[in-house]
């Protein structure tokens, strides 16, 4: 079987898909991936054939903000329902479809699993009269956002000779879920075929050692920092969450993203270790606790570790993230506005000494290891677009 995956030009929504798209390869299944070209390279290493398509990252982001620049004036917890249907519909998904066509007439896949976020995708599986299938990157989005996509990609379908489809199509088929059912919340009504899929993890390359005192003194908790691989470039707002930290009997990792750059937050004691990027599966096991942006894939890997965390969500689906978290009592939830050195001071504070929290989050990395794994769900798609 041909399975061409496809995705949004960001690692957050590439990365969930990898370990899928690994086990319908070692199944026996030619595998291809269309995506923006700066991800191509690496997917090519991993074995796939990567095919450019669509806008690429910062070439999307530019346009949106050029087109929409109304965004800026918006409260930062707003930013997500405006930006969703914009970027993704809008702006993303006309690009992606014109190359998704092309891709489909001369690979000829008979499997499309097309990103949550890539609304393109689902149109040109109903082109090649072929299944698509729909891989979520984190929670669901919300049902009024996807209508809101929709309504901006209709036209599209309507261009290839297609009735639009509700939601874009996203739902028309098997939806893969990697968040484990107890951090849902919202409505499901209309997400009628839905999979589990356990959030394996999925590295980049290039990760930096980690620092030589981790295993010194076992004693004091570990607390890892992290606003992500995109939503990092606050420095400000990063210095004041490490600052919070100072003289608290902590060892403290942070990672300022691949692009970043270390000295950026200034000097810090000797009990703060500064990194770009470091392997969360190496250094999770050492961890006491997080603090992060709430990303997907952070929240996931840090749940599966059965670590709480202090969720500082700034745009995206963190705040959806952030709320699950904190509704399921595995973590503490700090809105932008509130991120001050005194709060997050006394929030990680009262995430490492109530024992609840970590509780919960270890309950949580049970649920996870129980989601069935990627090869499993290969094997379960092969059936269902069989049938």
Known sequence: MRVLFTSTPAVGHVHPM???????????????????????????????????????????????????????????ADGPAFM??????????????????????????????????????AIAAAVAAVPAVTHSFGGLTPADAVAAVSREVAPLWEASGLQPRPYAGSYDSLYLDIYPESLRFGRWDHVPFVQFLRPDGFALPGSEPLPSWLGDDATLPVVYVTFG??????????????????????????????????????QQPANVHVARYLRQSDLLPACTAVISHAGSGTLLATLAAGL????????????????????????????????????????????????????????????????????????????????
């Open 18 to 76: 990898v370990p899928l798209a690994r086990a319908f390869r070692d199944g026996g299944d030619r595998v291809g991936w269309a995506t923006g070209a700066e991800l191509c390279s690496q997917l090519a290493a991993e074995g796939f054939e990567a095919m450019p398509a669509g806008l690429g990252a910062l070439e999307s982001r530019r346009e949106f903000y050029g087109r929409f620049p109304e965004y800026w004036s918006l409260p930062q």
């Open 308 to 387: 709480p965390q202090l969720c500082l969500p700034q745009a995206a689906d963190q705040f959806r993230n952030a709320t699950a978290c904190a509704r399921a009592g595995a973590g503490i939830l700090v809105q932008p506005e509130d991120i001050t050195t005194d709060i997050v001071r006394d929030a990680t504070t009262c995430l490492l000494a109530e024992t609840s929290f970590r509780e919960q989050a270890r309950q949580l990395a049970d649920e996870i290891a129980g989601m069935p794994r990627s090869s499993a769900v290969a094997g379960i798609i092969r059936t269902h677009c069989t049938q």
């Open 84 to 121: 969703f249907p914009r970027l993704f519909g809008i702006v993303r998904a006309p690009r992606m479809l014109a190359d998704l066509l092309i891709c489909v007439r001369e690979w000829k896949p008979d499997l499309i699993v097309h990103d949550a976020a890539e609304f393109a995708g």
């Open 229 to 266: 691989t995109v939503f990092n470039r606050d420095i400000a707002r990063l210095a004041t969450v490490i600052s919070a930290l100072h003289g608290l009997p902590l060892r403290v990792i942070v990672t300022v993203g691949p692009a970043g750059d270390p000295a950026a937050v200034g």
